[in-house]
């Protein structure tokens, strides 16, 4: 059983459209971290969420930490092609720097020109 | 500033046969971890050095499996012998002090293919 699910697992979209991708578990995390993987490459961080409701706004991006900290939530506006990755998220379930990091397998963005 | 360097980037290797992988974390940083990513599994934590030392090797799949860190520059993932079902992309990633904050940075992977 997967601690972290990611919803949904692929996602085609054209450019300019809106998404929504979205990380859940039964699990309450310290913190939860989103990162984009390019292919041929390794994840990079792009936020760090630790307060329940939190809200953090990256440019078009817009990231979510559920009330119970047990879920989150990553938002696009406007994709552009350079979007196109593998989104992931991980839960911390130590303490705020805990290395126990556990992966969700990701949701696969193409956004299409 | 160079990142987290990792070699080699591909390997084709047959089955029996060892396979290193080598790691050079960032400068500075005081953990390195050693992570496996596969389509089924996803990315799944190997190994956690911190100060040079193994601290959690619980993921470390089964005995042929080993890794070292013998100096704050180096880290090497060993499988021996290896098998068709290690074919994955492994990476290594590394942290600074807690107190600059909690990001992980990880290296580029190394493909490797067992046949």
């Known amino acids: 059983t997967q601690l972290l699910e990611q919803s949904p697992q692929f996602l085609s979209i054209q450019e300019g459209e809106n998404l929504t991708v979205y990380c859940n578990s039964s699990s309450v995390f310290s913190s939860l971290q989103w990162y984009r993987q390019e292919p041929g490459e390794g994840p990079v961080l792009l936020v760090t969420v630790v307060t329940g409701g939190e809200v953090k706004k990256l440019k078009r991006l817009t990231f979510q930490f559920g009330d119970a900290r047990k879920d989150s939530s990553l938002h696009i506006t406007a994709a552009q092609p350079g979007d196109t990755g593998l989104y992931l998220c991980a839960g911390a379930l130590g303490g705020a720097g805990s290395y126990q990091l556990t992966f969700g397998k990701g949701t696969k963005l193409s956004v299409i020109p | 500033d160079a990142g987290v360097i990792q070699s080699p980037r591909h390997e084709v290797t047959e089955m029996g046969q060892e396979v290193t992988l080598r790691c050079k974390p960032i400068s500075g940083h005081n953990s390195l971890f050693w992570y496996r990513q596969t389509m089924m599994r996803g990315l799944e934590l190997l190994i956690y050095?911190?100060?040079?030392?193994?601290?959690?090797d619980s993921g470390m799949p089964e005995d042929r499996f080993s890794a070292k860190m013998p100096n704050a520059s180096f880290s090497t993932l060993k499988i021996q012998p290896s098998e068709p079902r290690d074919s994955a992309v492994y990476f290594c990633?590394?942290?600074?002090?807690?107190?600059?904050?909690?990001?992980?940075?990880f290296g580029e992977g190394s493909w490797l293919t067992v046949v």
């Open positions: 990633a590394s942290r600074g002090l807690l107190l600059s904050g909690n990001t992980i940075y």
């Open positions: 050095f911190n100060n040079n030392v193994p601290i959690d």
